[in-house]
């Protein structure tokens, strides 16, 4: 079974880039769809971006689109989210998630991932 360990947030001014990493332990990596979702003080969990298990599919949610990029790197068991044109919207926890899959597609939907990383806190200022 994967683990899953994020990391790279930070406090980070409005305008500013932050890059956060998810590094994988466990089994075979490249088996597993991979996530990024965010849970806002006083908000609900939501879907950030997603990648498939070869990284040829991706998907973003529209608050994201053209500011975040998901990529992974399945040689070093590791998923990233390179965040930029921060907005202090944007401020919340934010968690990986994988799901093993034999698709290559790219899943947004929480309930439709089994593993979730502790979260890592990011701080945007205005």
């Known amino acids: 079974q994967v683990q899953l360990v994020e990391s790279g947030g930070g406090l980070v001014q409005g305008g500013g880039s932050l890059r956060l990493s998810c590094a994988a332990s466990?089994?075979?990596?490249?088996?597993?769809?991979m996530g990024w979702f965010r849970q806002g003080p006083g908000k609900e969990r939501e879907f950030v971006a997603a990648i498939s298990r070869s990284g040829s599919n991706t998907y973003y949610a529209d608050s994201v689109k053209g500011r975040f990029t998901i990529s992974r790197d399945n040689a070093k068991n590791t998923v990233y989210l390179q965040m930029n044109d921060l907005k202090p919207e944007d401020t919340a926890v934010y968690y990986c998630?994988?799901?093993?899959?034999?698709?290559?597609?790219?899943?947004?939907?929480?309930?439709?991932?089994?593993?979730w990383g502790q979260g890592t806190q990011v701080t945007v200022s205005s």
């Open positions: 466990g089994r075979i990596f490249s088996n597993y769809a």
């Open positions: 998630a994988a799901r093993n899959t034999p698709n290559n597609f790219a899943y947004r939907r929480g309930y439709e991932y089994d593993l």
